[in-house]
């Protein structure tokens, strides 16, 4: 244990090193999105909107941003507009090959300004978007977000006198403006260094203090609003540290441990597995953590906050039951799945939006809302649990149904108690969001498609119980719905804000990635198909 | 169940047994799964309204219901008498039970409704989502009685031409021949045949920087109907002898044309004069130069629809019925209404949402909203009311007033260029409130207590089905 806190703690240690020098600007508090927020998180969000990543050919964000504003004309033919969505870029007559266009090809296309209209009229019907739509406000947003920059006034640096709306860089006052110029000057001498691989030591210096001298001018005009200094430096070190990215590091080096263990039984390796899984488990909580202290709530309010959160509930869950049971596999299957969600989390950015984001007035309430959210989406994680063992399940069926019945038998002992974890927070978190609706609508029931599903979701997994309970169906028929009714929770928890789109839960609606989460349920469909084929070949011959 | 002490079980529960099945109560979830995901489908193809109607408000919903109700019910039965074990099971099957039986009486006898209060009036009535057809007839023209009130489910039972829905009137009768879920409805002025109606007017203003086309239409002839175009008033309809300092416009139908009056804000002489017929052009002689210009003008008008069938709803469309009374078609739109002309008699029939009486006035007095900063995104408001006997209350977004049994939430509000103008509030009587609590409660409690017995009651039910052959 000693061993572990060290680990720990030295891994901790080597990441809050303080800010290096030429780091100042990141910290630079920003008006954006009705909050205030590094701007390195300004810069990322506003890099992520217009080239789909956080860093343009190796070089952040916080710089390519800055010189957007500086020199707009420079990046006149760079390829930096991504567009993905093949019915636009038919309709603006621009290869399909290709991914990334420069802002000429798109916005000087006399054919941006036809969709435009299009999106317009389709707007004015009230109508919902489909995803030709929507990519086509992508694009119009990604114009919109590009322009503004290089006009300077998407850029909110200076807290007003009067009222909350902070002053864009294009309005400053004479005393602020001169301290940014001085700060500009001293960023492109920065950066010029760094591109002349010169020295940087003094630049950087330089830039510091211009930034600090900014950051003066702009806190003696209004000082109460410009006390962010906590929150602040929190996010930055948030955005760099990556805690989740960690964590599923660490995951995926106990699940490799893990098979060792499995497959060549080497019960020696036992406890390094926990010591990973452990590391992994505490920076995911960590992460959480900090998330929470920025945001000043919980963070399971849209897709990418819950994908963490049932990460981290499929690891508590399958650590409970493996510390009961002691079958190995419920671990194996436990941090597979994690390492898997959190993966996808971290690689499908426009799909699950990492950003930090103020909540609807409706969500406000946190109290209730984050308990019906946080006990629907862990339960969830259970049913997720039950699903990476069902997959283990079906490989012990490839293998030899005979050879391996006691593996079989211990698989489903964990789907079933996971299913039964799940039921205990699914049913009751249901009914909280009843409550929850009775208290800020007036009605318990409304027949929302998200609750409804949730509702769908239970009445699965109570069936296959009752099922069970009824003799209907054995082993191989609860490693098989393990699989299938999970497709209900994915249903559930993204197909109603991703493919349906209705309903009151619409705060938390997206777009994209309908493709992949079909592909992936359709997959395991097959899979189940054809193990069965197989056993029941196997069973008449 | 107990088929070690008791070995031969009564007639009672021998009935009982295949109303207590599992397997049945396994179809009855999967089931209800089932025409529960078709809700949500429908309701992401249309609205929630169709997904009500089509899929949970159904005679199959309530049968599964039933059924479960009836299964839940058997199973309990089936394991009297009931031993500590059955703790967690009796509790989560009660539970349901318990939730179920509140749905209903809510269903039944409470009020779930929605009320738009504009900044600084006075509502007393609440919209809730029951149709009503309701006849008016007059035979003079002036006082009118209600003559029928009859609730009506046309997205159901939308009528048509071979089966339409018949009101009966004093001569012939108003027959309803057509039903429209989504329409598109856009207005259209035309000539009055019957000339009973009031005068119809299409004028433009002009000058360099606005241009406003607008129809006016007189209810009846004599009333005054009026566009507020900002900087003045144009009214059609009798003129003042005097003004009322305001730049003001009157349009007189007569028989020499319309006659035309200007009044200005600081002086109540009128400030022009004249007549002029369709297609004629006058300067009403503000400052702001402007050009009048009459493009249309019916002595006797209607207003009519004009209606584009759309396929699914949007916030644009709305639904309506198609009428006909001797001869003609009129369509009405949902929560509007239609005047029918005789010879003697005058109908006025109006289709629309039941509006229940709350008993008492609500008085909006203020409304704030509060933003995030630097955004127009809402983040949170609420709304300063007024009640009788009971004086201001402030209701906010999770902070609902009771009053006199109902409970008033804050729902949303309605914008205008940026500035909130009334608050929405959802108004709701739940007379099953406090069994779904209870249910709530009931069946929690079952569910964790399951897991502490974890699975006893089941696995001896499988083992006793096991033995008795099943």
């Known amino acids: ?541 | 169940m107990d088929n070690t002490s008791v070995p031969k079980k009564s007639l009672l529960k021998r009935l009982n047994k295949p109303l207590a099945s599992l397997k049945l109560a396994v179809f009855i979830i999967v089931a209800l799964a089932a025409i529960t995901a078709v809700g949500t489908i429908v309701e992401a193809k249309y609205d929630a309204y169709a997904a009500k109607k089509l899929v949970y408000d159904t005679w199959f919903m309530y049968a599964v219901m039933g059924l479960l109700v009836i299964n839940l019910t058997a199973v309990m039965l089936d394991r009297w008498p009931w031993r500590k074990r059955h703790a967690a099971f009796v509790l989560a099957h009660i539970g349901i039970i318990i939730l179920l039986a509140g749905a209903w009486l809510t269903m039944e006898y409470g009020l779930d409704g929605s009320m738009r209060v504009g900044i600084g009036e006075t509502n007393n009535l609440v919209q809730v989502a029951q149709t009503d057809l309701v006849v008016y007839s007059s035979f003079d023209g002036d006082r009118y009685s209600k003559t029928l009130e009859q609730e009506v489910d046309f997205f159901k039972k939308p009528p048509t031409v071979e089966h339409p829905f018949i009101v009966p009137a004093l001569s012939g009768e108003i027959r309803i021949v057509d039903y429209q879920k989504y329409v598109i409805p856009s207005r259209k002025v035309v000539a009055d045949e019957s000339g009973k109606g009031g005068a119809g007017l299409r004028f433009q203003l002009q000058n360099a920087n606005v241009n406003v086309i607008e129809w006016l239409v007189q209810r009846k002839p004599d009333t005054v109907a009026t566009h507020n175009f900002g900087p003045a008033q144009i009214h059609l309809g009798p003129a003042p002898e005097k003004g009322r300092e305001a730049n003001e416009i009157f349009l007189t139908p007569s028989k020499e044309g319309l006659r035309y009056v200007v009044f200005q804000k600081d002086s109540d002489k009128p400030l022009k004069k004249g007549v002029v017929k369709e297609g004629d052009v006058f300067d009403p002689g503000y400052k702001m130069s402007l050009q009048f210009r009459v493009l249309r003008y019916l002595p006797t008008a209607l207003e009519e629809w004009d209606l584009k069938p759309a396929e699914r709803p949007s916030p644009m469309t709305t639904s309506a019925i198609k009428i006909l009374f001797e001869g003609k078609e009129h369509w009405v739109l949902l929560n509007d209404m239609t005047k029918l002309f005789t010879n003697n008699a005058v109908y006025l029939l109006t289709y629309g949402n039941r509006r229940v009486d709350l008993g008492f006035p609500l008085k909006l007095k203020n409304f704030e909203v509060s933003r995030y900063q630097g955004t127009m995104r809402a983040m949170a408001y609420q709304s300063v009311v007024e009640v009788p006997d009971s004086g201001e209350h402030l209701i906010s977004m999770n902070e609902p007033l009771k009053y006199k049994g109902l409970t008033i939430y804050q729902a949303s509000f309605q914008e205008e260029q940026g500035k909130p103008v009334a608050s929405i509030f959802s108004v709701n009587q739940d007379p099953g409130r406090f069994l779904k609590y209870l249910g709530s409660l009931v069946l929690s409690l079952g569910i964790v207590l399951l897991m502490w017995f974890k699975h006893l009651d089941f696995r001896i039910a499988s083992k006793s089905q096991k033995e008795n052959g099943n």
């Open chain 1, 1 to 541: 244990m000693k061993k572990f806190f060290l680990v720990l703690a030295s891994l901790l240690l080597s990441v809050t090193v303080y800010a290096k020098a030429g780091d100042a600007l990141k910290y630079l508090p920003v008006q954006d999105g009705g909050r205030i927020k590094p701007y390195d998180s300004f810069s990322r969000e506003m890099l992520e909107i217009v080239y789909g990543k956080t860093t343009y050919e190796g070089r952040a964000a916080t710089e390519i941003v800055m010189t957007w504003m500086l020199s707009p004309q420079a990046w006149q033919d760079k390829k930096i507009f991504e567009v993905r969505n093949h019915e636009v870029l038919e309709a603006m007559k621009l290869p399909k090959d290709q991914r990334y266009f420069s802002g000429e090809e798109l916005f000087g296309n006399e054919r941006f300004a036809l969709l435009r209209q299009e999106l317009q009229g389709k707007r004015e019907s009230k109508e919902k978007l489909n995803p030709y739509f929507q990519a086509l406000q992508r694009l119009e947003n990604q114009f919109f977000v590009f322009q503004e920059i290089a006009a300077g006034r998407m850029l909110k640096l200076v807290p007003p006198k009067e009222g909350n709306s902070w002053v864009a860089v294009a309005d400053l006052e004479p005393a602020q403006q001169e301290k940014f110029l001085a700060m500009t000057k001293a960023f492109v001498n920065h950066i010029g260094a760094m591109a002349k691989n010169e020295s940087t030591s003094q630049t950087a210096v330089d830039l510091d203090n211009a930034v600090k001298g900014f950051e003066e001018s702009a806190r003696a005009v209004n000082p109460g609003l410009y006390e962010h200094s906590g929150t602040i430096s929190a996010e930055v070190h948030y955005n760099s540290f990556h805690p989740f990215r960690w964590a599923y590091i660490f995951y995926f080096l106990a699940f490799i441990v893990l098979l060792l263990v499995w497959t060549l039984s080497k019960e020696s390796l036992m406890k390094i597995a926990w010591v990973f899984l452990a590391i992994g488990f505490v920076l995911n909580t960590y992460g959480f953590g900090v998330r929470m202290y920025i945001m000043d709530r919980a963070p399971v309010s849209n897709m990418y906050e819950t994908v963490v959160w049932v990460s981290w509930g499929v690891v508590l869950f399958a650590a409970i039951l493996e510390i009961i049971y002691k079958f190995r596999l419920i671990l194996v299957a436990g941090t597979l799945v994690a390492a898997f969600g959190l993966v996808i989390a971290d690689f499908a950015p426009a799909v699950l939006d990492p950003t930090l984001q103020p909540l609807e007035p409706v969500l406000r309430s946190n109290y209730w809302l984050t308990i019906h959210v946080m006990t629907i989406t862990i339960s969830y994680a259970a049913f997720f649990l039950a699903f990476g063992l069902g997959d283990i399940g079906l490989i012990y069926y490839l293998r030899g149904e005979e050879k391996h019945h006691e593996k079989i038998k211990a698989v489903v002992m964990g789907i079933y108690r996971s299913m039964q974890i799940g039921v205990a927070f699914l049913a009751p978190g249901i009914i909280l969001g009843g409550i929850w609706a009775d208290y800020s609508w007036g009605r318990f029931w409304g027949w929302d498609p998200k609750e409804t599903w949730a509702l769908i979701a239970l009445l699965g997994y109570l069936a296959v119980l009752h099922a069970r309970y009824a003799g209907m169906i054995k082993h191989f028929g609860m490693v098989v719905t393990a699989i299938i009714t999970f497709s209900l929770v994915i249903m559930a928890w993204y197909g109603v804000n991703f493919v349906l789109g209705a309903g009151l839960h619409s705060y938390g609606f997206g777009a994209g990635g309908v493709e992949y989460v079909s592909a992936f349920v359709a997959a395991h469909i097959l899979m189940v198909i054809y193990v069965s084929m197989i056993r029941a070949g196997k069973r008449k011959g």
